[in-house]
């Protein structure tokens, strides 16, 4: 799943899984923590994602440019202050 790509893709620059009920607060964490050269991240309607995803993209991919959270339900302001 995720998880694998994001500790065998450590190279990883653009990710698109929108509209993927699989990816999890757990997995995206993962990205965050192996894939530092992540820019590029789309998990638009990806309604299990909470604001521990985003905490967690902020800290571990500081090159992100583009990020689409549109649809996720459970991601509130208080991870964008």
Known sequence: GIIAIAEHCLALRVLNVSLCDAVTDAALTAVARNCAA????????????????????????RNLVWLDLSGCTHVTDKSLE
């Open 38 to 61: 992540l820019e590029q991240l789309n998990v638009r309607v990806c309604n299990r994602l909470t604001d521990v995803s985003v905490c967690a993209l902020a800290d571990g991919c």
